[in-house]
Nanobody
Framework: QVQLVESGGGLVQAGGSLNLSCAAS????????MGWFRQAPGKEREFVAS????????YYVDSVKGRFTISRDTAKNTVYLQMNSLKPEDTAVYYC???????????????????WGKGTLVTVSS
């Protein structure tokens, strides 16, 4: 079965960096959008970034543009989220997601996404 396993979360000071990984297995993801969502305490899950598995095209929420970079390694079946210039408001559980949809629309499909990981916690201290 499909598995998405996140890693790389942790505690970091404001201004620091973290690189999250999502190891994907169980099927071929050609034609899929892969992405990252996050959920802060007491808030709804929100879209962060997405990437086309086939083309590598990317899309970001405005609040992370210029600070976060999503990428994928098709040979390793892994999606990454490089997070720089972290802010306390970036604190959340970060979830990897996969769905057979155009990458730009992954965020709009939030509740109907086919596959989710279990999440990794990112805590940014001020």
């Amino acid at each position: 079965q499909v598995q998405l396993v996140e890693s790389g979360g942790g505690l970091v000071q404001a201004g620091g960096s973290l690189n999250l990984s999502c190891a994907a297995s169980g099927r071929t993801f050609s034609g899929y959008a892969m992405g990252w969502f996050r959920q802060a305490p007491g808030k709804e899950r929100e879209f962060v970034a997405s990437i086309s598995w086939s083309t590598g095209s990317t899309y970001y929420v405005d609040s992370v543009k210029g600070r976060f970079t999503i990428s994928r390694d098709t040979a390793k079946n892994t999606v990454y989220l490089q997070m720089n210039s972290l802010k306390p408001e970036d604190t959340a559980v970060y979830y990897c997601a996969a769905d057979p949809i155009v990458y730009r629309f992954l965020g709009t499909r939030k509740n109907g996404i086919n596959y989710w990981g279990k999440g990794t916690l990112v805590t940014v201290s001020s």
